[in-house]
Every structure is written in structure tokens, then in C-alpha cells.
């Protein structure tokens, strides 16, 4: 989604119309796509030995958008208004989805902060408010997909990872019901497995228990988003985890992963499943 044609945007879950504000470009400085996630700059240090520069890679700068905001009837901002909108724009220190309507008929949202708010007065009245919002990654990312499951004993079944990062790795979020007492979940393209223990887990007044699994932040939380333990999960010094794929065994834990191409998940246990992935687009400030 492209804010260069949007007339309205939505962040943190609240959209401007809901604030009778539409997106304008107030003076030039507004339209700022510089930093848009497509500059990147080499990691070098100059040798000092034979006059030429060791390069270690390439690192690529977090796209930055700017953009205006007014009253759809271009009237003064009150007072009480002022206050309604910068509370929504600084409600939140962490990354949140920041996304354009603008009908676009393949969606991009990003993850980002208003780092900047700044008030256009025009003739003693508040008109306007030019913004700055700073994201957590070179990259848009397409509409999240949300795979779900209900697995009697064991389930085979396939993502195609088409993503445009530089390493083409994508970690997913996994939610697990079950009553079994174990779960292996095994890329074999990958050719590694992850074998989750639920012994040690209450069962929740559905009579399943609970597991989220983030594989980016690698951590395990139950249906309060509580920590759960290592050794809950049977991850402890006698853990292994059988893989199909290499008819061997691995003793490390596997945080499943996506590779580029198309990953083959095999899921042994029965359990309700849930897979949310979404995949970043290197489409700029578009």
C-alpha cells in the first residue's frame, strides 16, 4: 500500500478517518522517500598495508516515510482534537503496522514508530501536522497468511517461501492445541525437526493445552503469554529429535524456519495447528 496515493492510513490498529483526517503534502519537504530501503551502504575498513578496503557486506538503511496530515474539510484543529491525535500517533514505543488505503490491489503494510510530530500553523491556527514515521526494516511486508490444521495423527503439507530478504529465512509463529503427550514438527527441506514434550503443561478448561511458538523471538509462551520453561517442553540434556527426512537424530533445538524454495512441513501428533508467517517485499516506500 502506497501512502504517494492514499487518502487515509491506519496505525496501531486505529484508522484516520475514524479522526476525520485525510493524507496532504503541505510543502515539498513532506515527499522524503530517500530512506526508503533501497540504499545500502558497504561494511569496510581501509587496509593499511596494500591501500585497498576489506569489505565485510553490504547493510541496507530502514525505510523512513514522511507525510502530512489536515481535516478532511480542511478546517482548523481544535484543541481537544490535537490531543486526540497525537495520543494516537505516540501510544506506542514498539513497531506497530503502519498501512496505507489506497486500494492497491497487492497489500503492503510496515511495522513502524511516529518518531515526529509537528505542527503547521497557517494564519495563528493549527492546519495541519507533517509526521514522521520510522520503520524496523528495509523491507514491506505482504498480507499475513494464517494456515490452520486439525491433525488426527499425522499431517504432511507444503509453504513456498518467495520471500525477498537477503538470507530468504522466515520464522514463523506457531500455535499449538493439544492433549498429546508429544508433537514433532519437521522441515525436510530444512532436514531438521523440533520435538515439543507436554507432560509438564496444564491442560487449559478446553481440555488442551496451549503452546506458542515464536521462532524469531525463540521463545515459548502459554495462553497468557507466559514464559514456559525449557524443561516443560522436554528440552533438557537427554533431548533429542527424530528427523524423516535424514532417518537421523539431532540434539539441538530447531527453530522452525522457512528457506527460500518450498518447505515441506511434516506435523506427528494430533493437535490444532496454527502457521502465521507473512513475507517481506523489497517494493520501497510503495
Not at 64 to 80: G, H, Q
Not at 86 to 105: G, P, V, Y
Request: charged content about 20%; glycine content about 4%.
Amino acid at each position: 500500500m502506497s501512502f504517494l496515493t492514499a487518502k487515509s492510513f491506519v496505525y496501531n490498529g486505529k484508522n484516520s478517518d475514524d479522526y476525520n483526517l485525510i493524507i496532504a503534502w503541505i510543502n515539498s519537504s513532506d515527499i522524503n522517500i530517500s530512506e526508503n530501503g533501497l540504499n545500502m551502504s558497504l561494511e569496510k575498513t581501509n587496509n593499511k598495508l596494500n591501500n585497498t578496503s576489506n569489505t565485510y557486506g553490504v547493510q541496507s538503511e530502514n525505510i523512513v516515510i514522511y507525510f502530512s496530515i489536515v481535516k478532511k474539510d480542511y478546517t482548523e484543529i481544535t484543541r481537544l482534537e490535537s490531543i486526540q491525535i497525537n495520543e494516537w500517533l505516540s501510544s506506542s514505543s514498539t513497531f506497530k503496522i503502519l498501512a496505507f488505503n489506497d486500494d492497491d490491489s497487492y497489500p503492503l503494510h510496515y511495522y513502524a514508530v511516529c518518531t515526529q510530530i509537528e505542527d503547521v500553523i497557517v494564519g495563528g491556527k493549527l492546519f495541519g501536522k507533517e509526521l514522521k514515521f520510522e520503520t524496523n526494516s528495509p523491507f514491506a511486508f505482504s498480507k499475513k497468511v494464517e494456515k490452520k490444521y486439525d491433525i488426527v495423527s499425522s499431517h504432511v503439507f507444503y509453504i513456498n517461501n518467495t520471500s525477498n530478504v537477503n538470507n530468504n529465512i522466515i520464522y514463523p509463529k506457531i500455535i499449538l492445541e493439544t492433549a498429546s503427550p508429544t508433537i514433532v514438527i519437521e522441515n525436510t527441506l530444512d532436514k531438521k525437526s523440533v520435538t515439543i514434550s507436554t507432560n509438564d503443561i496444564p491442560f487449559e478448561s478446553n481440555g488442551s493445552k496451549y503452546i506458542n511458538m515464536n521462532s524469531y523471538n525463540m521463545s515459548v509462551t502459554d495462553k497468557n503469554d507466559r514464559l514456559i520453561p525449557a524443561y516443560k517442553l522436554g528440552w533438557n540434556n537427554t533431548y533429542k529429535s527424530y528427523i524423516s527426512a535424514t532417518n537421523n537424530y539431532i540434539s539441538t533445538i530447531y527453530w522452525v524456519r522457512f528457506i527460500k524454495g518450498l518447505n515441506q512441513l511434516k506435523i506427528t501428533g494430533s493437535c490444532k495447528i496454527i502457521i502465521e508467517y507473512e513475507f517481506p517485499r523489497k517494493a520501497g516506500c510503495l
